[in-house]
């Protein structure tokens, strides 16, 4: 693996949570892997008065927890000459001076401003980048999700962000796009010839997309109460995965053809206005319940959230998709915490064959099915028929299973491996344009107003289930069941 290029990588927000568990090993294991080289450098930015030392030895306490068993003492000896500490305070124009001095006589080298804070930092931060001169035609600006709470929102900031940045500059990240099985998916869809005849209506009935979690709202129930499921999992997550499902062939894997063509799934999305979003969106709060055998608080009961909040943390919504190819295949997607175990999967439900001629087998699963399974464990699982052995010809489903960890025998990157490093290199395929975010924003604006609207408060569901029993109905009324009902 080649070195590359030098790049300077300055982390703001750099001691909050996301920084310490997930940027800081991620950019460890790249440098152990020889991709980072001795030239480059990284700097932890926050508000807190830290020491260079101090700041080291709290990364290196990180490093230990999140990378494990892969920690190497050597490793990091080199890696933390690396490092290094700017305190600022965000809003304080005066701060980015010293910001300023750090980086002087290193104009050639790649910039990449991570924003790891409050969306409603992003537009001063970029502002006092510009008034200190620091921004380069080599910088590029990361931005966390997410992305404003509405359209108008989304747009002040991207107006405020693209007045100091291009947009070429600007990426903006959804981490799920960075997992090997969403790579692995794209693989799947347009470098078989298998999939493609089939992936269209006639032959695919539906598509379920999940991402569920075991967890509460844990140490975030400040910035969750003021969120909820729908514009923390679904405006991002779901819509990004749904589009890699339901996309067109690019012309290339160039990054605008790649975008272009999500775009024309996110604009073809059939609109969930008024009464519509009462049948076809489910939004649920959990209340107390068991998960893994412990007890947990219901949303309620948890740290930092109001006691009368209708915030919702759970949503299942069928999406519908007005294109040739996908006219008439519901797809149906969940999200939501506390439930009854972690994972994200898409499941393609195909039809059945017109007209049986042998004994068919006594389940509710359909004879062909494709699971995608993105963690906790990375597979790809065709269901399919085949003859049961013995006298007679009556069939048995049976599957045909690829786990990416046993087949490959090697450690998949980390999303922000791939996604960090990518922002180095330039490369902007796996980071939203501002065309997406607007259009993601404008499908999802409706359904809150609706919400609004009909007064529809949250439906409880206990923790440690899979969510309120209207979710299954809305399923039902289709004559179809969540995946892992059947």
């Given at each position: 693996?080649?070195?590359?290029?030098?790049?300077?990588?300055?982390?703001f927000?750099?001691?909050?949570?996301?920084?310490?568990?997930?940027?800081?090993?991620?950019?460890?294991?790249?440098?152990?892997?020889?991709?980072?080289?001795?030239?480059?450098?990284?700097?932890?930015?926050?508000?807190?008065?830290?020491?260079?030392?101090?700041?080291?030895?709290?990364?290196?306490?990180?490093?230990?927890?999140?990378?494990?068993?892969?920690?190497?003492?050597?490793?990091?000896?080199?890696f933390?000459?690396?490092l290094?500490?700017?305190?600022?305070?965000?809003?304080?124009?005066?701060?980015?001076?010293?910001l300023?001095?750090?980086?002087?006589?290193?104009?050639?080298?790649?910039?990449?401003?991570?924003?790891?804070?409050?969306?409603?930092?992003?537009?001063?931060?970029?502002?006092?980048?510009?008034?200190?001169?620091?921004?380069?035609?080599?910088?590029?600006?990361?931005?966390?999700?997410?992305?404003?709470?509405?359209?108008?929102?989304?747009?002040?900031?991207?107006?405020?962000?693209?007045?100091v940045?291009?947009?070429?500059?600007?990426?903006?990240?959804?981490?799920?796009?960075?997992?090997?099985?969403?790579?692995?998916?794209?693989?799947?869809?347009?470098g078989?010839?298998?999939?493609?005849?089939?992936?269209?209506?006639?032959?695919?009935?539906?598509?379920q997309?999940?991402v569920?979690?075991?967890?509460?709202?844990?140490?975030?129930?400040?910035?969750?109460?003021?969120?909820?499921?729908?514009?923390d999992?679904?405006q991002n997550?779901?819509?990004?995965?749904?589009?890699?499902?339901?996309?067109?062939?690019?012309?290339?894997?160039?990054p605008?053809?790649?975008?272009?063509?999500?775009?024309?799934?996110?604009?073809?999305?059939?609109?969930?206005?008024?009464?519509?979003?009462?049948?076809?969106?489910?939004?649920?709060?959990?209340?107390?319940?068991?998960?893994?055998?412990?007890?947990?608080?219901?949303?309620?009961?948890?740290?930092?959230?109001?006691?009368?909040?209708?915030?919702?943390?759970?949503?299942?919504?069928?999406?519908?998709?007005?294109?040739?190819?996908?006219?008439?295949?519901?797809?149906?997607?969940?999200?939501?915490?506390?439930?009854?175990?972690?994972v994200?999967?898409?499941v393609?439900?195909?039809?059945?064959v017109?007209?049986?001629?042998?004994?068919?087998p006594?389940?509710?699963?359909?004879?062909?099915?494709?699971?995608?399974?993105?963690?906790?464990?990375?597979?790809?699982?065709?269901?399919?028929?085949?003859?049961?052995?013995?006298?007679?010809?009556?069939?048995?489903?049976?599957?045909?299973?690829?786990?990416?960890?046993?087949?490959?025998?090697?450690?998949s990157?980390?999303?922000?491996?791939r996604?960090?490093?990518?922002?180095?290199?330039?490369?902007?395929?796996?980071?939203?344009?501002?065309?997406?975010?607007?259009?993601?924003?404008?499908?999802i604006?409706?359904?809150?107003?609706?919400?609004?609207?009909?007064?529809?408060g949250?439906?409880?569901?206990?923790?440690?289930?899979?969510?309120?029993?209207?979710?299954?109905?809305?399923?039902?009324?289709d004559?179809?069941?969540?995946?892992?009902?059947?």
């Amino acid at each position: 693996m080649t070195f590359l290029p030098h790049f300077d990588m300055l982390l703001f927000g750099g001691t909050g949570d996301l920084v310490t568990r997930k940027l800081l090993p991620a950019l460890y294991r790249r440098y152990a892997a020889g991709q980072v080289s001795a030239e480059s450098r990284i700097f932890g930015i926050a508000r807190s008065a830290l020491s260079r030392s101090t700041y080291t030895a709290q990364a290196e306490a990180a490093c230990r927890e999140f990378v494990g068993k892969e920690f190497d003492a050597r490793q990091w000896e080199g890696f933390s000459r690396l490092l290094d500490y700017v305190r600022l305070d965000a809003g304080a124009e005066k701060d980015y001076a010293a910001l300023a001095d750090t980086l002087k006589d290193r104009e050639a080298v790649i910039r990449v401003f991570f924003f790891s804070t409050a969306s409603n930092l992003f537009s001063v931060i970029c502002q006092n980048l510009a008034r200190s001169r620091v921004v380069t035609p080599l910088s590029r600006v990361v931005l966390e999700k997410p992305l404003g709470h509405d359209t108008a929102s989304a747009d002040l900031i991207n107006e405020q962000v693209g007045a100091v940045f291009t947009e070429s500059q600007i990426y903006r990240i959804d981490h799920y796009l960075g997992k090997e099985a969403v790579q692995n998916l794209m693989a799947l869809r347009f470098g078989n010839a298998l999939f493609e005849p089939l992936w269209r209506r006639g032959l695919i009935k539906h598509i379920q997309i999940t991402v569920a979690e075991e967890l509460g709202v844990e140490r975030r129930g400040n910035f969750y109460d003021k969120t909820g499921a729908l514009r923390d999992m679904v405006q991002n997550h779901l819509l990004q995965l749904l589009c890699i499902m339901a996309m067109e062939p690019p012309a290339s894997s160039d990054p605008d053809a790649v975008r272009d063509e999500k775009l024309k799934v996110l604009r073809a999305l059939r609109p969930l206005r008024d009464r519509d979003v009462l049948t076809k969106s489910v939004r649920g709060q959990y209340k107390a319940g068991a998960s893994r055998g412990v007890a947990v608080p219901g949303y309620l009961d948890e740290a930092d959230i109001a006691p009368d909040s209708t915030t919702e943390t759970f949503v299942a919504l069928k999406v519908e998709i007005d294109t040739w190819r996908w006219a008439g295949v519901p797809l149906y997607l969940r999200t939501g915490k506390r439930l009854q175990d972690r994972v994200t999967e898409l499941v393609v439900t195909f039809d059945e064959v017109p007209y049986p001629i042998f004994e068919m087998p006594n389940t509710n699963h359909t004879a062909n099915e494709l699971v995608i399974r993105l963690q906790p464990d990375e597979s790809i699982t065709m269901t399919i028929l085949a003859k049961n052995p013995g006298e007679g010809m009556r069939l048995k489903p049976v599957s045909l299973a690829l786990h990416l960890g046993e087949s490959f025998k090697t450690r998949s990157l980390d999303a922000y491996e791939r996604l960090l490093m990518d922002t180095v290199k330039g490369n902007l395929t796996l980071f939203m344009r501002r065309d997406e975010l607007d259009a993601a924003w404008a499908w999802i604006d409706p359904i809150r107003a609706a919400w609004e609207q009909f007064d529809e408060g949250p439906k409880t569901y206990i923790a440690g289930t899979w969510g309120p029993a209207a979710s299954s109905a809305m399923l039902s009324r289709d004559g179809f069941a969540w995946h892992d009902e059947l």
